[in-house]
């Protein structure tokens, strides 16, 4: 009988989920909000996204070091979940941009700092074989509370006569609920004791060259596979700031955003599930064809159909390739230096993501929404040929390897 995932998992998959209500009720607002209120360019608004998750997944770096220093991953996971939740009320104040870009900027610094720790945490409480499974989940999880953090805005913007202000406001509530039930729900496991020549020596830095060198080739293949993945995929808010162009409404807006969750909460952890019994290159693969296949819909989107369309695609992609990326990392470093792991493998997404948004801010302001698509399109193109290109080239060199 196969075992079942601990319960630790569900709670973390949980906090995630009141954690994304919490910010995707700000997320599927925001792009509309810095336009359409503080008459924000979209260059600067891609630039102020791709800034502030790059800043979420540089500091995952330092965060998950920590982590593997102090041999503790709770209380770093609380403090970035508790951060994030306070700085809901900054959006709801600003009059400014410089407001928004502040708030912006610590929300992703708390996301940074609980994200590796979170992560870490999860593959210790978790059997090796149940990996896929669990981040699976957990990203599910986490999509559900990006589908109900729209829908909540949606309601409240009805409600309340599009005042994006207060349903800013309600975001905290569910952004310190989650922090709460982390403090109460998860208990972490006793870190395995220091080998006797150790036990009286101080704890060392793990981000030092002896210890990145332990990581090994194949977790830095990981590495750049995830960063091409990120460059391919630029931030969210473009398929949020593609609505108004197919004639949707401001209040229906977020629902942008609870389609492409939708997608993504229900596939995650099938897929995720799968990866741990069939090949992880052919699934992500796969996520590139239709990360493909979304792009190109929506860049000839003409209507709000049109738009739904590419945006479950999109949807599809992350579930197909998310869950998976972080189980693969987990598997690929020793135990004491996973939040290490995730944290360097995030830095790299970051510049990846920074990059990748600044370009299609560029793309659109310059040539349209159709050109900012189509260069994604391109980039999975070639981000498929080289991860095809690199399977091929491990199966000549494993086949060399088994004929001497």
Do not use: C
Not at 227 to 242: C, D, G, P, Q, Y
Not at 282 to 303: E, F, H, P, R
Request: hydrophobic letters at 60%; proline letters at 4%.
């Amino acid at each position: 009988m196969r075992p079942r995932l601990p319960a630790g998992v569900w709670v973390l998959g949980f906090v995630s989920m009141l954690a994304d209500v919490a910010s995707e009720m700000v997320h599927s607002l925001l792009p509309l909000f810095l336009v359409g209120t503080l008459g924000v360019s979209v260059l600067a608004v891609g630039v102020i996204e791709g800034i502030a998750e790059a800043t979420a997944l540089i500091v995952k770096v330092f965060s998950g070091a920590l982590s593997d220093r102090l041999g503790r991953r709770k209380g770093l996971a609380l403090a970035g979940y508790t951060l994030g939740a306070l700085t809901k009320p900054f959006f709801a104040l600003a009059t400014g941009v410089g407001l928004v870009i502040a708030a912006r900027f610590v929300d992703r610094v708390g996301k940074g700092i609980r994200g590796a720790p979170r992560d870490a945490l999860l593959a210790d409480i978790t059997p090796g074989g149940l990996r896929g499974a669990a981040f699976g989940l957990r990203q599910s999880l986490d999509t559900v509370g990006a589908v109900l953090g729209p829908l909540l805005a949606t309601a409240l913007m009805l409600a309340w006569a599009n005042d994006i202000r207060a349903v800013f406001w309600v975001a905290v509530v569910p952004g310190l609920m989650a922090a709460l039930l982390l403090w109460v729900g998860v208990h972490e496991p006793v870190r395995a004791a220091r080998a006797p020549d150790e036990a009286d020596a101080p704890a060392r830095n793990p981000i030092r060259r002896e210890a990145l060198a332990r990581l090994g080739a194949g977790y830095w293949r990981i590495v750049a596979l995830g960063a091409v993945f990120t460059l391919a995929r630029f931030s969210e808010a473009f398929l949020v700031l593609r609505a108004p162009q197919v004639g949707m409404a401001m209040a229906w807006v977020p629902l942008v955003m609870v389609a492409m969750s939708v997608v993504y909460a229900a596939s995650a952890y099938p897929f995720g599930k799968l990866g741990d019994t069939v090949s992880r290159p052919a699934l992500l693969a796969g996520s590139l064809a239709v990360l493909i296949a979304a792009d190109l819909v929506l860049a000839a989107a003409a209507d709000a159909a049109g738009l739904l369309l590419g945006v479950a695609l999109w949807g599809v992609h992350m579930g197909m390739s998310q869950g998976l990326l972080g189980a693969m990392v987990a598997d690929s470093a020793p135990a004491d230096l996973r939040g290490t792991a995730f944290g360097v493998f995030n830095l790299f997404s970051g510049l990846a993501m920074l990059a990748a948004s600044v370009i299609a801010g560029a793309l659109w302001q310059g040539f349209g929404a159709a050109a900012t698509f189509h260069a994604g399109a391109a980039f999975a193109a070639v981000t498929l040929a080289a991860l095809a290109f690199d399977h091929r080239h491990r199966a000549h060199h494993a086949h060399d390897a088994r004929r001497d």
